[in-house]
């Protein structure tokens, strides 16, 4: 399986968005993106990018990413809305640049399908609820700045225990 640039799935969450009428925040985009690439690892054995995540106070976050929508702050990236013919064939242009092989076939739809859907704060919620983020974390108090990485070994570990016992991915 090949790793893409972080960017390339930054496009594709944006357009899915778009597609389907979701709002998406920067919040959002950066817990949608820790998921598509912890499923990854637990799913592939292997990172969809090579970008690890930091264990800031609101979860999961990749800086890189940050840095790119900062400005946007609590501003949606994309507002909720009417589906469009043109964002949705951008959608399906967008999953068709990203190859990851029959291992992964279907996999990005699913986990844009669970995980887009849900609010800002319910991924919020679910990463604080979980493993990687919690041991990154650890020794920090609640409030406390931190930029400790999520580790893609924790993540993989993680998220492929959940699929051996087949838990599903749901909040």
């Given at each position: 399986?090949?790793?893409?640039?972080?960017?390339?799935?930054?496009?594709?969450?944006?357009?899915?968005?778009?597609?389907?009428?979701?709002?998406?925040?920067h919040l959002k985009l950066q817990k949608v993106l820790y998921y598509?690439?912890?499923?990854?690892?637990?799913?592939?054995?292997?990172?969809?990018?090579?970008?690890?995540?930091?264990?800031?106070?609101?979860?999961?976050?990749?800086?890189?990413?940050?840095?790119?929508?900062?400005?946007?702050?609590?501003?949606?990236?994309?507002?909720?809305?009417?589906?469009?013919?043109?964002?949705?064939?951008?959608?399906?242009?967008?999953?068709?640049?990203?190859?990851?092989?029959?291992?992964?076939?279907?996999?990005?739809?699913?986990?844009?399908?669970?995980?887009?859907?849900?609010?800002?704060?319910?991924?919020?919620?679910?990463?604080?609820?979980?493993?990687?983020?919690?041991?990154?974390?650890?020794?920090?108090?609640?409030?406390?700045?931190?930029?400790?990485?999520?580790?893609?070994?924790?993540?993989?570990?993680?998220?492929?225990?959940?699929?051996?016992?087949?838990?599903?991915?749901?909040?």
């Amino acid at each position: 399986m090949n790793t893409l640039d972080i960017n390339a799935f930054v496009e594709l969450c944006i357009w899915h968005a778009k597609a389907n009428g979701i709002e998406l925040t920067h919040l959002k985009l950066q817990k949608v993106l820790y998921y598509l690439q912890a499923w990854g690892l637990a799913y592939a054995n292997a990172p969809l990018f090579n970008n690890e995540p930091q264990a800031w106070v609101n979860g999961p976050v990749y800086r890189e990413v940050y840095e790119r929508f900062r400005n946007q702050r609590d501003e949606p990236i994309v507002r909720g809305g009417a589906i469009c013919e043109e964002d949705a064939a951008g959608l399906a242009q967008a999953l068709q640049s990203i190859d990851l092989g029959q291992k992964a076939d279907g996999l990005i739809e699913a986990i844009l399908e669970e995980y887009m859907p849900k609010s800002a704060g319910e991924l919020v919620y679910k990463t604080h609820r979980e493993r990687p983020w919690k041991e990154a974390r650890a020794g920090l108090g609640t409030f406390e700045t931190g930029t400790n990485p999520i580790t893609h070994e924790a993540m993989r570990s993680y998220y492929s225990g959940l699929v051996a016992k087949n838990e599903p991915a749901q909040v």
